[in-house]
């Protein structure tokens, strides 16, 4: 099965950028809807966005406009550039991927992902 490993995260100040990676080993990574998803202390697991496998995305209200998703078919990989990064956006940040043939689960919560990473902490200063 597909294995994600993620990487990028750190401390940042408000207003500051940072770029996440996810590392795809397994196969199938191009046929694939990845997503992202974070999780901040005491809360549910937030859906950020997903990108197609042609490269088509949503994103979660709370980050539209501000993060962007994209994905490089050749490379496995996919990145989630976060900009204008608040306080609020302090989370372990998960890539996931989508499983096969979801007729039940909506693509905003986290059912609807059988690969998950092991996550990366995103610390956002004030």
């Known amino acids: 099965q597909v294995q994600l490993v993620e990487s990028g995260g750190g401390l940042v100040q408000a207003g500051g950028s940072l770029v996440l990676s996810c590392a795809a080993s397994?196969?199938?990574?191009?046929?694939?809807?990845m997503g992202w998803f974070r999780q901040a202390p005491g809360k549910e697991r937030e859906f950020i966005g997903r990108?197609?496998?042609?490269?088509?995305?949503d994103y979660g209200d709370s980050v539209k406009g501000r993060f962007v998703i994209t994905r490089d078919n050749v490379k496995n990989l996919v990145y989630l550039q976060m900009n204008s990064l608040k306080p609020e956006d302090t989370a372990v940040y998960y890539c996931?991927?989508?499983?096969?043939?979801?007729?039940?689960?909506?693509?905003?919560?986290?059912?609807?992902?059988?690969?998950w990473g092991q996550g990366t902490q995103v610390t956002v200063s004030s």
């Open positions: 990108i197609r496998s042609g490269g088509i995305t």
């Open positions: 996931a991927a989508a499983r096969v043939n979801n007729y039940v689960y909506s693509y905003t919560t986290p059912n609807a992902y059988d690969a």
């Open positions: 397994g196969g199938g990574f191009s046929s694939r809807t």
